[in-house]
């Protein structure tokens, strides 16, 4: 229902003081009737353009200017407005906290904000107003929570791939740093057996011991690398760790609003459990703004924001770690295959260069077998020569014409001048003989002193050349690091000893026979056949050792390779009868 003003008359026939008592009273009716009409239609109809203003989340705008507005037509009215007042607090349930404004007894101050109209009267839908607008302010925040929520349960679920990429990047970089230990334990052992070379003549340094000393040094230098790698990649597994903690826990405090609401998380994280993990997405400019505000009243609080801001910086830095870290190990591979083929390369050139001079060795010592054949042929031949020489012991032995005061001499010297050179010549030539005899005898004794060198030159470049030829093939057979360390070095070393115990047993052997009354030579050869069966003994238990350990280690790999296999969950669990 609508109000209008009845015109006056044009022509006033009554005095002006008459009229204007009149005027004034329409006046104040009709100024009554604006003021107390929109209100009065507002609450029985329940919407009117003067309907009271009620607002949630949000302060009054200009106050001092509604009340300036508000003031002259008071002032006119001079109506007391405590009993609507009062019935609006007794209806709606809220205290008035300043001119024309109120708020719920029970809500916070921040979160609900309610202005009036002075002298308007509450409308009767006030309470379930109120309440709608609550709803609507509860449902926004407890929204804007869950989706904050969220993002840090994904932010925390990119941080837990990152953390497991970082874990396998780890194992990489511990499985490298074990096979360089090994490698380190090889270059020991191979050191150490070219120590068992014989002295003096085969323990000159070499390019083989300069190719294995040059390898532990990049051994050690990548080792320490990794070391270093390694130590960075536990600190940035803590951090991600830490970085994870914090997202679940500030899920977990956020999501205690979220009782009401329906969790659409977890199914999209059974969804794509399978999946590959993939970058975080990056999130909307609404969300972004949102999330920018952080205060401890907002839904996105600061610890949040840091929390998040930390996990995105950690999940960047574990992946650049982990491209770090695969560069370091395939580096680190290719140096040490590179460096383990060049001295096994320098290895087997020693061994070649070695091997061609024991056969320019033997064949010298060939050479000077023969000469010392031919020679004592000869010797033996000269001496035979010698006694004939001199003839016979005794003087009834001569013959008639070997003696020298035979008749046709005894006729020839009666002349002066007549001497023969018989007995001279004779004397000259046993003295020459001697000596060409002693010549050749010390000609001899050089030839058997220069073969005996050969002999045992021989012996020492093949002994160098056996070992040299075990480390090689120890080298190869241990290039896959499938061996372990204990055990693979313990059996190398009794392998070692017993090669050298069966080598120094076959030699004074060889000698008992020329030595056989030596007792004590022959309970030495005792000790050492009892000391070959133990370390044979031993070395069969290592063996039997380091097979089971293999064994076991295989079934270990085994069992790893199943679980990263099925740690995804697409395999069937066979229905038991």
């Not at 505000?293 to 995105?312: G, Y």
């Amino acid at each position: 229902m609508s109000f209008k003003n009845i015109p006056l008359a044009t022509v006033t026939i009554g005095p002006e003081s008459w009229r204007d008592v009149t005027v004034n009273a329409i006046r104040l009716s009709d100024r009554l009737v604006k003021t107390l009409a929109p209100c009065r239609s507002g609450a029985r109809n329940g919407s009117s353009s003067g309907s009271p203003v009620i607002q949630l989340g949000e302060e009054p705008g200009n106050t001092a200017a509604q009340d300036q507005q508000l003031g002259p037509r008071n002032s006119d009215l001079n109506l007391p407005r405590g009993k609507c007042t009062n019935g609006f607090e007794a209806e709606s349930g809220m205290e008035k906290t300043g001119p024309d404004k109120y708020r719920p007894v029970s809500a916070p101050h921040h979160n609900l904000h309610v202005s009036l109209k002075a002298g308007d009267a509450p409308p009767s839908f006030l309470r379930v107003h109120l309440a709608e607008r609550s709803s609507h302010l509860a449902r926004s925040y407890t929204r804007t929570v869950r989706s904050l929520v969220t993002e840090l349960r994904l932010q925390a679920v990119h941080t837990n791939d990152d953390t497991k990429r970082l874990l396998r990047s780890r194992e990489t970089l511990e499985k490298s740093l074990a096979d360089l230990r090994k490698d380190l334990l090889l270059n020991k052992s191979s050191v150490d057996t070219r120590r068992l070379r014989p002295a003096p003549r085969e323990r000159v340094r070499d390019g083989a011991d300069y190719l294995l000393e040059a390898e532990r040094k990049l051994l050690i230098e990548l080792k320490s690398e990794l070391e270093i790698r390694l130590k960075m990649t536990r600190h940035q597994l803590e951090m991600l760790c830490s970085c994870r903690k914090r997202l679940l826990d500030c899920a977990a405090e956020r999501s205690r609003v979220l009782d009401l609401f329906p969790n659409s998380f977890a199914d999209w994280t059974r969804s794509h459990s399978c999946s590959p993990p993939s970058p975080p997405p990056s999130p909307s400019p609404s969300q972004s703004r949102e999330l920018l505000k952080a205060s401890p009243a907002t839904p996105c609080t600061p610890e949040c924001q840091e929390a998040l801001q930390a996990a995105r910086t950690a999940c960047l830095q574990s992946r650049a770690l982990c491209r770090e870290v695969k560069e370091a190990v395939d580096q680190a591979v290719s140096l040490g295959r590179s460096a383990h083929k060049a001295t096994n390369d320098g290895l087997t050139q020693k061994i070649a260069e070695t091997v061609n001079l024991t056969q320019h060795l033997q064949v010298s010592s060939g050479e000077s077998r023969v000469a010392i054949q031919r020679i004592q042929r000869w010797y033996d031949e000269n001496e035979h020569s010698e006694g004939r020489v001199l003839g016979p012991v005794s003087s009834a032995d001569l013959l008639t014409r070997e003696r020298l005061d035979r008749p046709q001499v005894q006729v020839y010297q009666r002349h002066a001048g007549t001497q023969l050179p018989e007995a001279t010549a004779i004397v000259q030539g046993y003295a020459t003989l001697r000596q060409s005899l002693l010549n050749t005898s010390q000609d001899l004794g050089l030839l058997h002193r220069t073969r005996l060198q050969l002999e045992e030159n021989m012996q020492g470049k093949r002994a160098a050349a056996g070992l040299d030829s075990a480390i090689a093939r120890l080298r190869r057979r241990n290039s896959d690091h499938r061996w372990t360390q204990h055990l693979q070095v313990s059996s190398g070393e009794s392998r070692v000893a017993i090669q050298r115990i069966q080598r120094w047993y076959d030699e004074n052997e060889h000698s008992e026979g020329r030595v056989l009354g030596y007792a004590t030579l022959r309970q030495s050869l005792l000790n050492t056949s009892q000391d070959l069966g133990l370390l044979h003994r031993t070395r069969l238990q290592l063996e039997e050792n380091m097979q089971g350990k293999r064994a076991a280690a295989g079934l270990d790999s085994a069992i790893a390779r199943l679980r990263r296999r099925n740690s995804d969950h697409r395999w069937t669990v066979p229905h038991l009868k």
